[in-house]
Structures are given as structure tokens and as C-alpha cells.
């Protein structure tokens, strides 16, 4: 079982910068790999990033290449997501979510592929 808590969300303007991070608790979190997942209002949770159990391959929606950025500490059982230049549209509820994959080497992109999930932060960008 793993738990999954997330932080670092707010309101902030066009422009700026979030960085968001994800606490996982159990003592194996570096075999999972690692998702963020986002959902606005009226719209489907859609991933943003995802990552592999030791960062080695990575995923960006294209929506954000360029300007997000997925990291993991797994010394610390946290994963990030830095956020640069947001833009209105990202305003969304921000999840995590984990999947065991007994250190695979390859990331996740379908929601079924998450095992657990945390229970979001809010990011708000006003224009």
C-alpha cells in the first residue's frame, strides 16, 4: 500500500511558477513509477507527466513540454512537478498517482495503469 499526498498548490498569475511535490509514504516507493494527472472543471482527468522508478524516461503532454518539468527523490519518497510560465489553462485540481512496477524501466500514461492515488492540490492561474 502506498499513500500519496500532495502540496505546493495556489493561485498565481500568468507567468509564474508552482512547483508541486507528492509525499508517498512505504518503504518500496522507489520501485513504483510515477504520475501527475490533472482535472478541471466539466473536463476528464488528463496525465501531464510521468516518470519511471529511477527517472530514467520520462513523459510530457504536450500541453506543457517545454515548461514543466518531472522529477523524483527517491531517498525522500517524493516526486515533483515544476511549473514555469503558467498559463490560465493549466488551472486544475493537481494529482499524483503511483503504479508498482517492480523497477521497469518505462513510464505510464493511461489512468488504469495507476494504482494509487493522492487526493490533489488545487492550481489556479489568473490571467
Known amino acids: 500500500q502506498v499513500q500519496l499526498v500532495e502540496s505546493g498548490g495556489g493561485l498565481v498569475q500568468a507567468g509564474d511558477s508552482l512547483r508541486l511535490s507528492c509525499a508517498a509514504s512505504?518503504?518500496?516507493?522507489?520501485?513504483?513509477?510515477m504520475g501527475w494527472f490533472r482535472q478541471a472543471p466539466g473536463k476528464e482527468r488528463a496525465l501531464v507527466a510521468a516518470?519511471?522508478?529511477?527517472?530514467?524516461?520520462?513523459y510530457y503532454a504536450d500541453s506543457v513540454k517545454g515548461r514543466f518539468t518531472i522529477s523524483r527523490n527517491n531517498a525522500k519518497n517524493t516526486v515533483y512537478l515544476q511549473m514555469n510560465s503558467l498559463k490560465p489553462e493549466d488551472t486544475a485540481v493537481y494529482h499524483c498517482a503511483a503504479r508498482n512496477t517492480d523497477y521497469s524501466g518505462t513510464y505510464y500514461s493511461a489512468l488504469a495503469q495507476y494504482d494509487y492515488w493522492g487526493q490533489g492540490t488545487q492550481v489556479t492561474v489568473s490571467s
Open positions: 516518470i519511471s522508478w529511477n527517472g530514467g524516461s520520462t
Open positions: 512505504g518503504r518500496t516507493f522507489s520501485r513504483y513509477a
